[in-house]
């Protein structure tokens, strides 16, 4: 029996349902719910930042993000599905309201 730990979704997709759930989510929280560093989740937040899925704004002395939930995602074999189509199926409770 293997005693590797891997999962079916990638670090980038679990920051992207985090902060979708909430978007006014602390580092240290997503990346204790993802199960990654804080300077893991800063670089992926930097990475969905650049490619346009993500958005910061400052609230207060704190971020806060918005989705862009219309961005398709990134590989050829998921031509055509958007991150909000992702999201409804991941957490139905996030993905149809994300903008």
Do not use: K
């Not at 650049?50 to 971020?63: E, F, I, K």
């Not at 599905?81 to 409804?88: F, K, N």
């Amino acid at each position: 029996m293997s005693t590797s730990r891997w999962t079916f979704l990638s670090n980038h997709t679990h920051v992207l349902v985090c902060l979708a759930r909430d978007p006014d989510a602390t580092m240290r929280d997503v990346a204790e719910q993802v199960g990654i560093t804080e300077r893991a989740v800063q670089r992926i937040v930097g990475d969905l930042e650049t490619a346009g899925y993500l958005s910061r704004r400052r609230a207060g002395r704190r971020n806060a993000y918005s989705l862009r939930a219309d961005r398709p995602l990134r590989h050829p074999l998921e031509a055509g599905t958007d991150v909000r189509t992702l999201l409804s199926v991941l957490d139905p409770g996030v993905g149809p309201d994300a903008d």
